[in-house]
């Protein structure tokens, strides 16, 4: 039986513009094709516990974070995501913050211009 091929797109946005790159995974009889085989072939992952990927949520497909052992398709787009540099729960947490602070203040004017 004969190696078989698919086309998928690599989009490497761990440092700076996202690099999108075509790359043709090809396959052996017995390989199923997942994001890990691709990350492997395409030689930015040695294995699951390599360290470059080591952390959650680094890669996925269309946007969608995916596991290792997810199925990959033809044509599909395998990001590869910068680690985050603020947490988000605590830029939410702080933009509300400001946000009471506001009301807060605007009704102390109105009671102050009311006294007046």
């Known amino acids: 039986m004969a190696n078989q091929s698919m086309q998928i797109w690599i989009c490497d946005a761990r440092l700076g ?9 090809y396959l052996s009889p017995s390989d199923t094709p997942t994001v ?10 040695q294995g699951p516990e390599d360290p ?6 680094c890669f996925g497909v269309f946007g969608k974070r995916k596991d290792w052992d997810s199925p990959i398709y033809e044509g599909d787009r395998l990001e590869l995501y910068s680690p985050l540099l603020v947490d ?3 830029v939410r947490r702080k933009k509300a913050n400001q946000n009471q602070d506001a009301k807060f203040q605007a009704a102390a004017a ?5 006294r007046l």
């Open 52 to 57: 470059i990927l080591a952390r959650k949520g």
């Open 17 to 25: 513009e996202p690099q999108l790159t075509p790359f043709t995974l």
């Open 88 to 90: 988000p729960k605590a």
């Open 110 to 114: 109105k009671r102050k211009a009311r």
């Open 36 to 45: 890990g085989l691709a990350l492997i072939k395409s030689g930015i992952a």
